[in-house]
T-cell receptor, first 111, second 116 residues
């Protein structure tokens, strides 16, 4: 059974800092890994998707890496802004297209 | 274009009643997913459709839960004889395809179900 863990569970940083969110998974047989953000009371917004054959993806201030063999992914956020405050979730897609979500990291960027 | 829509946005029901939740995926998306997010819990995968078929229904919490998809578009998640532990936000997502590992899931706003 796939298990996905995110560390830390919560993070508070001052505006402008660079930060790294971690995601680890137990079964490396995945098709892809996707990072999302969830704002309170709202649905999920896709940030980046990394295919199993890829090592990283970048979008603006975000960079996600994937080390499938070690079961790890990181989401790097550069020059954090208050608008980045949200819960960040990683999700891995495995066999039968089953998607397993991580426990989430709640980020607060303080102005 | 329009995103994934779900209805109703909120549903309050009494224990023992049946409820039906609806998801309209993005036009052209062949894959559709249902998830549940209970208070303070992570997202729980329920079921996935490729077209009208669901190859694996083992994620459904109990036999009170069922889902169908018709015409490769709209999907309904039905919960029979609702229990208080069914209270959660039910999220639907769709993607263009599911076979290549390249597809991105797009989520709807969710249906908040409260069972009294």
């Amino acid at each position: 059974k796939q298990e996905v863990t995110q560390i830390p569970a919560a993070l508070s940083v001052p505006e402008g800092e660079n930060l790294v969110l971690n995601c680890s998974f137990t079964d490396s047989a995945i098709y892809n890994l996707q990072w999302f953000r969830q704002d309170p009371g709202k649905g999920l917004t896709s940030l980046l998707l990394i295919q199993s054959s890829q090592r990283e993806q970048t979008s603006g201030r975000l960079n996600a890496s994937l080390d499938k063999s070690s079961g790890r992914s990181t989401l790097y956020i550069a020059a954090s802004q208050p608008g980045d405050s949200a819960t960040y979730l990683c999700a891995v897609r495995g066999g039968y297209q089953k998607v397993t979500f991580g426990t989430g990291t709640k980020l607060q960027v303080i102005p | 274009g329009a995103g994934v829509s779900q209805s109703p946005s909120n549903k309050v029901t009494e224990k023992g009643k049946d409820v039906e939740l609806r998801c309209d995926p993005i036009s052209g998306h062949t894959a559709l997913y249902w998830y549940r997010q209970s208070l303070g819990q992570g997202l729980e995968f329920l079921i996935y459709f490729q077209g009208n078929s669901a190859p694996d229904k083992s994620g459904l919490p109990s036999d009170r839960f069922s889902a169908e998809r018709t015409g490769g578009s709209v999907s309904t998640l039905t919960i029979q004889r609702t229990q208080q532990e069914d209270s959660a936000v039910y999220l639907c997502a769709s993607s263009f395809s599911s076979g290549t590992g390249t597809d991105t899931q797009y989520f709807g706003p969710g249906t908040r179900l409260t069972v009294l």
